[in-house]
């Protein structure tokens, strides 16, 4: 225990106050518990994991070279949607690592 907190004695009978504000604490955590669902994600099945994998794969290099596209347009330039394709390509196989590290159930 460190030095600085309040140190209990054994031998001295618990407060009254205490046990209230112990059982007060605990009720709360619980009411808190049920209005906000599981605070844990549970790990998806290996069905779900691939299907999310599939959509990473697909979406992210072509939202990533819509927006490059749509700057091309604004910018008058060529080139921009396909350093894009290969940036959203990137994420996406990040993403995709970050999703095999999680173990299937």
Excluded: C
Excluded at 3 to 8: K, L, R, V
């Amino acid at each position: 225990m460190a030095e600085s907190e309040p140190q209990e004695d054994p031998e001295l009978p618990r407060d009254a106050r205490l046990d209230s504000l112990d059982a007060r604490l605990r009720q709360a955590r619980q009411a808190e518990g049920k209005r906000s669902g599981p605070t844990e994600r549970a790990p998806q099945t290996g069905q779900a994991q691939g299907m999310r994998i599939l959509s990473v794969l697909v979406s992210y290099p072509l939202g990533s070279a819509l927006i490059g596209y749509v700057a091309d347009r604004v910018a008058g330039t060529h080139g921009i949607w396909v350093a894009m394709l290969f940036v959203g390509f990137g994420v996406a196989m990040w993403e995709v690592w970050k999703i095999s590290n999680q173990k299937p159930q």
